[in-house]
């Protein structure tokens, strides 16, 4: 069975870092591309970032590019999403989600999500 | 970037009643890369639907999908209690990625 726990998520005042981190489980880690997608509080979806598989090649949101930094060990099957200079706009819920085999940009699985507040 | 716009944006139906969900392109979604979501309070969405009509795995077959170019629905035939929740429709086909506000069905 496919799951996926994220962790990492806290309170953070503006200008501040995160880590967060996604433990994937149930599935070949490295042969699916994984992504970050938040959901502000009483809001809708929105993308965040994309890796590959292997790690080689990672996509952002321009609301996040140069600011976010998405990496993944496939030795440990965790994911990690780097948050740098945060901004009260990056509160939200993070899940983490695997994309289809078929295409990494359509989610089949997602974890419950952690939650991540950016506050004075 | 391509805006999707979901309508209406809440549906107030009985169970056993036909709902009807529209999703609406700014631009062509080539290769009907069009997904469906369900999301319930508290939980993380799910996937119904990919490639505008293919159900995800385990999906009832109450779900349908259908739909090209730049408008697409959701159909789900016989609303069942546990179907009650918010419906987000999404673009694959370029990037970004994006999702639709989302129409909430509630309970009538």
């Known amino acids: 069975e496919v799951h996926l726990l994220e962790s990492g998520g806290g309170l953070v005042q503006p200008g501040g870092s995160l880590r967060l981190s996604c433990a994937a489980s149930g599935f070949t880690f490295s042969s699916y591309a994984m992504s970050w997608v938040r959901q502000a509080p009483g809001k809708g979806l929105e993308w965040v970032s994309t890796?590959?598989?292997?790690?080689?090649?990672?996509y952002y949101a321009d609301s996040v590019k140069g600011r976010f930094t998405f990496s993944r060990d496939n030795s440990k099957n965790t994911l990690y999403l780097q948050m740098n200079s945060l901004r009260a706009e990056d509160t939200a819920l993070y899940y983490c989600a695997r994309g289809l085999r078929i295409s990494s940009s359509c989610f089949d699985y997602w974890g419950q999500g952690t939650l991540v507040t950016v506050s004075s | 970037e391509i805006v999707l716009t979901q309508s209406p944006g809440t549906l107030s139906l009985s169970p056993g009643e036909r709902a009807t969900l529209s999703c609406r392109a700014s631009q062509s979604v080539s290769n009907s890369y069009l997904a469906w979501y369900q999301q319930k309070p508290g939980q993380a969405p799910r996937l119904l639907i990919f490639g505008a009509s293919s159900r995800a795995t385990g999906i009832p077959d109450r779900f349908t999908g259908s739909g090209s170019g730049t408008d697409f629905t959701l159909t789900i035939s016989r609303l069942e209690p546990e179907d009650f929740a918010v419906y987000y429709c999404q673009q694959y086909t370029s990037s970004p990625c994006t999702f639709g506000q989302g129409t909430k069905l509630e309970i009538k």
């Open positions: 890796i590959s598989g292997s790690g080689g090649s990672t």
